[in-house]
């Protein structure tokens, strides 16, 4: 009988270790992702110029301004 609870949670343990692992790597992985299309991005919106940037935080400013509002 205790052997049985020794080995479920010799189990259970097994499974999450390796359902964290997988987390670890799908993370790790992500990220590299992320940061090459990142790099891409921003050597790309360079190019274009540096007015449209003030023009997009303006307009952020703005939906979210509203978006306050309206939940109030």
């Given at each position: 009988?205790?052997?049985?609870?020794?080995?479920?949670?010799?189990?259970?343990t097994?499974?999450?270790?390796?359902?964290?692992?997988?987390?670890c790597?799908s993370?790790?992985a992500s990220?590299k992702l992320i940061?090459?299309?990142?790099s891409c991005?921003?050597s790309?919106?360079a190019?274009?110029?540096?007015?449209?940037g003030?023009?997009q935080?303006d307009?952020l400013?703005?939906v979210?301004?509203a978006a306050?509002?309206?939940?109030?």
């Open positions: 009988m205790f052997i049985d609870g020794v080995n479920i949670m010799i189990l259970g097994g499974i999450v270790f390796a359902f964290l692992v997988i987390i790597v993370m790790i990220s940061q090459k299309f990142q991005f921003e790309s919106s190019k274009v110029g540096g007015s449209a003030k023009n935080d307009e400013i703005a979210i301004s306050v509002a309206c939940s109030r």
